[in-house]
């Protein structure tokens, strides 16, 4: 009798207990690391399980000559920019790390179509042709009538749009796509449904299965680009970690046409909330060290796989990074509603950025790296 297949990720997810991972994570041992590394960017999960264990933190070199030169080899000498943009911070949900938090008393604000074009006119002025919109999880505020009159807007002045903001139904992703939505970006923040709970503990977000499929409701009605990841913090950093590259296996073999970017946010302060506070148990937040391990793991893995690196991180760090497999960067970023031109005082963010650059300094520095900032190469009349 055929074994039946899985109807979704979290059936996978489900025969992969969060500690079953962390023990065989820990039990990896020096000669699997070694085989792993030879995988080519066409690694399997076990081999990704071998790059991210403490055993092969002592193969940080060679895991970084293996990743920059696939990185090269995949996607020449060139990084790609986008700029996220914050249109509200209104948000229903109580999110213990968020700086958005429904029980956060902070003033709340939408943009309006008039202010949008103001934030516009000065991403333009930075030369930036990618954008992802983001919003808090308001669905009356901020819903399908408010993305359907946004997306064409940003789509009259950038030739990519993504869309970071609550989990939609398939019919509504069809709905903006027809519009002009080019890709979705979703965060399950933690796999582990157990500590996602305590994280989560009121509003639509606290369903974790339901935002658990949402990049197979983008995927199956064609949106482009799908963007996943954790934030890493919430929980063992290394087990999170592995149960995205699960993840990615699973839409990439369902949905092979769309292109995918991971990206591996640490925790940050926010408005009243600290690392601490936001996580709890600071054992689950990786070192900078332990992330430089998980991006040569992630490349070593997966030679196709876009690896993006945000302002979260300090600029040494990135600097450090950007030739050895990262594929995209955001520059000058702001993480409150207007902040570009219409509020630009540091109020309302989502979370506090560390590197501070403009986008004139990055581009500059990535040029004294040998590398070529790329700020459009893609038109979406080519996918139709």
């Not at 299965?209 to 680009?225: N, V």
């Not at 709890?280 to 030679?303: G, H, K, S, V």
Request: aromatic letters at 12%; charged letters at 25%.
């Amino acid at each position: 009798m055929l074994k039946s297949q899985p109807s979704s990720f979290l059936e996978i997810l489900k025969q992969h207990p969060p500690q079953e991972i962390i023990e065989q994570i820990e039990h990896v041992r020096a000669a699997r690391v070694e085989q792993a590394l030879h995988c080519a960017g066409a690694g399997t999960l076990e081999d990704f399980l071998a790059l991210i264990s403490p055993a092969a933190s002592e193969y940080l070199p060679e895991m970084a000559a293996v990743s920059q030169t696939l990185t090269r080899k995949r996607f020449g000498k060139t990084i790609k920019f986008f700029v996220p943009i914050y249109l509200s911070n209104e948000c229903h949900n109580i999110c213990t790390y968020c700086g958005f938090s429904y029980t956060n008393q902070v003033p709340r604000i939408t943009l309006s179509e008039k202010e949008v074009l103001k934030e516009i006119a000065a991403l333009k002025k930075f030369g930036y042709d990618r954008v992802l919109i983001l919003t808090g999880e308001h669905s009356s505020r901020v819903g399908m009538d408010y993305f359907k009159k946004m997306i064409p807007l940003f789509k009259a002045h950038f030739s990519e749009v993504m869309l970071e903001v609550q989990p939609l139904e398939s019919s509504e992703y069809k709905e903006l796509r027809a519009l002009g939505l080019d890709g979705v970006t979703i965060y399950q923040e933690t796999y582990h449904s157990a500590l996602y709970k305590k994280y989560h503990p009121r509003g639509k977000k606290a369903n974790f299965s339901y935002r658990l499929a949402t990049p197979e409701r983008a995927g199956m009605i064609g949106i482009h680009k799908l963007g996943i990841g954790a934030l890493l913090g919430l929980a063992p950093w290394r087990c999170d970690s592995y149960y995205t590259a699960l993840h990615y296996k699973y839409l990439h073999k369902r949905f092979w046409q769309c292109e995918y970017t991971v990206s591996f946010p640490r925790l940050r302060p926010a408005e009243k909330i600290t690392v601490t506070q936001a996580g709890q148990n600071t054992d689950y937040f990786p070192t900078e060290r332990d992330l430089a391990q998980l991006i040569f793991a992630y490349r070593i893995f997966d030679e196709d796989l876009g690896l993006s690196l945000s302002t979260r991180e300090r600029q040494l760090f990135r600097d450090y990074m950007i030739p050895l497999g990262i594929t995209a960067l955001t520059a000058g970023s702001q993480t409150n509603p207007g902040g570009y031109a219409c509020y630009p005082k540091k109020t309302l963010e989502q979370f506090s950025i560390e590197d501070t650059r403009s986008p004139a300094a990055v581009t500059k520095r990535v040029r004294q790296l040998g590398l070529d900032p790329v700020f459009k190469d893609w038109m979406r009349e080519f996918s139709s």
